[in-house]
């Protein structure tokens, strides 16, 4: 078996540039792709702005807002509501945009639905803990929003290059070490 390492460019009408382009190309679209990939560094996280927006975004899911009057107006809609959708409903009663909803206000609730009915209170608790994980899931995912929002302000340019040279030094790299192999 015979190794031809230097004569291979000889052979093809090939050359070394065309191999840098090609290996440029790919890595600019993984600098690409990495500008969105790569978590958040420390520096990202612990930005001003960036603790800021999540802090407020934290906020806003125990905070009566436009989406709980949604809710609230679909509960109101039922025809045949249950006592503690009622008491539920009652909870948010005379509330504007950014109160919350104190504590003490739903102990009472549920102490008095439970002397009324256990079951009521039962139920009372599940809607509270429903409403919670849908306010815990909204708030998770206009985090997750605003994490792809910081990506994007990173410098494309940066990312684009460092992938371009890396690529491209890869693919000479990578070329040169190729070796034909003759079967003899």
Known sequence: MAIQAINRNERTH????????????????AGYAGKYLLP????????DEYIKVTDKIRKQKTE???RTEKYLNGMKAKKNRSLAEDEFIRLF?????????KPGRIRKALQTLNAENPLEALE????CRET???AEDTAKQCIQ??????????PTAFFVTTGAVAGAAIALIGDTLKTDVKKS
């Open 14 to 29: 090939h050359s070394a540039l065309t191999t840098l382009g090609q290996g440029a190309l790919a890595g600019a679209a």
């Open 40 to 47: 958040l560094t420390h520096e990202e996280k612990n930005s």
């Open 124 to 127: 009372f608790r599940n809607i």
């Open 132 to 134: 919670s994980k849908i």
């Open 145 to 154: 929003a605003y994490k792809l929002v910081t990506k994007h302000i990173r």
């Open 64 to 66: 009566y807002s436009i």
């Open 93 to 101: 009663d005379g509330m504007k945009e950014g109160d919350h909803v």
